[in-house]
């Protein structure tokens, strides 16, 4: 059974919150959002970094890494107020986002190793 993890994670202080879904797609996008702002007690302050990920972004526009953003994704954000950053694509932005892909490491290490086994998803 795949699994999808979200992660949402503050760069001021480090706090993160971890979900995982049956699927990586948009509404497990938003539901993961949502229930971070609930932990961690609202929306940040500020930007947060993405990815170019296809719940957000519908496409990347040439040498101007300018994004055309996905409708539902540009309704959910205004709703919330978020402001996006996003990473440069490929390898060159790979560094831009090290916080986060260290949280999702220390999360596969500490609750998926050795690989949790199950036949159903518990709602």
Known sequence: MKCHLF?????????AVHRVFASGGQEAFFEGHEHAFRVLGGVPFGKIRYDNLKAAVASVLGFTWRRVETDRWTAFRSHYGIEPFYCTPGIEGA???GGVEGQIGWFRRNHFVPSPRSTRWRH
């Open 7 to 15: 992660c949402l994670r503050w760069s001021f202080s480090g706090k």
């Open 95 to 97: 560094h831009e986002k």
